[in-house]
């Protein structure tokens, strides 16, 4: 059963400077399944007049390898805590 093809769904907060930047992504990308993917989006930021870059996480739940139950914890054992983009209401449309 395949469910939430190609769908942006969490994102984590890049460093300001560009090496530490690529470097983490890099980080994110390589605990991610081949199902998943992450890449780079500028996206609003507290600041005003100003772009924050974000890793936004693509992808689909496949075979036991879901947001929920892989890639969450996964990244939460390299201390990364992905939010919930703007676009989902809740958690639970995340997972849906």
Known sequence: M????????VRV????????????LQRIQALLPANFAAH???????????????????????????LEGYVLPRL???????ELLPTCPSWTDAFK
């Open 2 to 9: 395949i469910v939430n093809r190609n769908r942006d769904r």
């Open 13 to 24: 907060r890049l460093p300001e400077d560009a090496h530490d930047r690529a470097a983490y």
């Open 40 to 66: 780079t989006r500028p996206m609003e930021s507290d600041a005003p007049n100003r772009a924050q870059l974000w890793a936004v996480i693509t992808g689909e739940d496949f075979a036991g390898w879901t």
């Open 76 to 82: 939460a054992s390299a201390l990364i805590f992905p």
